[in-house]
């Protein structure tokens, strides 16, 4: 057989037993999927430098056929030899900080209690890789409906990157969105890898650095957030989000490190932003806006609260006013990804859009 129908021929073979594995892992039961996926590895020496977190190629098989067996709804992947197990189960809340740890140290940033919401979203999507019990891998699914689904998190620890631990994650993960538009953030190492496994790039975010300004006036057109209905907040942030994700925002707002603003136009929000305190530094986002007026005013509201320290925002490059805004504010880019999607762009008002809300969920 010529080399390029055997490839052919190897991609067919592979991407069926990743159809099987899915069939199997989700036959109804929620644990079929979160609560064992074992697979048995030869032993092989660590190998650092390969990449930055989730070196595994979504697209790719497993580098050696595995041998499987079915129990009770469990999925056991086995090898013979000297071996390790590595198994993958729904986070408990704790599993979930130790995530954003790693997070925080691939260079996100992302915000100091941001698990507490990322996880009243959606508790079931949550994996974490443990090879012989010790955590090694991350994944976030967060299902916000039965339509739209947002993958982040997706993290293999230096030393265990290229074993197949990434794919493993990946799958069960996509597993439990089947059926979703699956969006994501992806760093620029990553796009190809993803782009292979059935996800197309809409528009980069960049993320712009600067540092917050004490002492500015408060915009006179800037009220709390507080002063505004949380169904109102909700309305106007779904306009600017695939779907409703009420059990996201109403967290996110309560979260005490958290100050948000609003515009009030002829009676009605016109805009709205909020500001967290991250890893490092201060956070925007959202930071949603009818017009660079509007917006303008919220950041300046948003900045002032951050008192000289740093200050990110992550904003959408077809937005060319986010872009002005960061420069006006002395900014600048030190960070890019896509977003991505499995099936069609959702319709979104980007110009409206000046930051968003997080890269884990989008």
């Avoid at 794919?167 to 190809?192: E, F, I, T």
């Avoid at 500001?275 to 949603?288: C, D, N």
Wanted: aromatic letters at 10%; a neutral charge.
């Amino acid at each position: 057989m010529r080399s390029g129908a055997l490839r052919c021929h190897q991609r067919e073979a592979r991407r069926g037993e990743v159809e099987e594995l899915a069939r199997e892992l989700s036959v109804g039961r929620g644990e079929a999927i979160f609560g064992l996926l074992r697979r048995r590895v030869r032993r092989a020496p660590l190998r650092g430098g390969e990449g930055t977190k989730d070196d595994d190629d979504p697209s790719e098989a497993l580098p050696h056929r595995p041998v499987r067996h079915v129990t009770g709804g469990r999925s056991t992947l086995g090898r013979v030899g000297d071996v390790m197990t590595f198994s993958i189960r729904r986070m408990a809340r704790d599993d979930l900080d130790l995530a954003v740890t790693w997070a925080a140290a691939e260079g996100w940033n992302p915000g100091q209690l941001d698990a507490e919401t990322f996880y009243a979203t959606d508790a079931d999507g949550f994996l974490v890789g443990e090879l012989d019990g010790v955590a090694i891998g991350s994944i976030s699914v967060v299902a916000y409906d039965d339509r739209f689904g947002f993958l982040g998190l997706y993290i293999v620890r230096p030393g265990h990157r290229g074993k197949g631990y990434g794919l493993a994650l990946w799958q069960a993960g996509m597993a439990y969105l089947a059926g979703r538009n699956v969006g994501l953030d992806g760093v620029v190492a990553q796009q190809g890898n993803y782009g292979k496994s059935g996800f197309a790039s809409a528009f980069r975010h960049l993320r712009y650095e600067g540092a917050g300004r004490a002492g500015l006036p408060r915009p006179v057109d800037v009220e709390p957030l507080g002063a505004f209905s949380f169904d109102e907040v909700l309305a106007y942030d779904t306009r600017h989000f695939p779907t409703e994700r009420r059990r996201f925002l109403e967290p996110w707002l309560a979260m005490p490190n958290l100050v948000g603003f609003g515009v009030r136009r002829g009676g009605r929000l016109a805009g709205y932003g909020c500001v967290r305190t991250a890893h490092r530094g201060k956070r925007i986002g959202p930071l949603f806006a009818d017009d660079p007026a509007v917006a303008r005013s919220l950041f300046a509201a948003l900045a002032e609260t951050a008192d000289g320290q740093p200050l990110f925002l992550d904003a959408p490059e077809p937005n060319a006013d986010a872009a002005a805004l960061a420069r006006e504010h002395g900014m600048t880019a030190i960070f890019e990804t896509a977003r991505m999607y499995t099936g069609p762009f959702p319709s979104l008002p980007l110009a409206e859009i000046y930051g968003i809300t997080s890269l884990e969920l989008g």
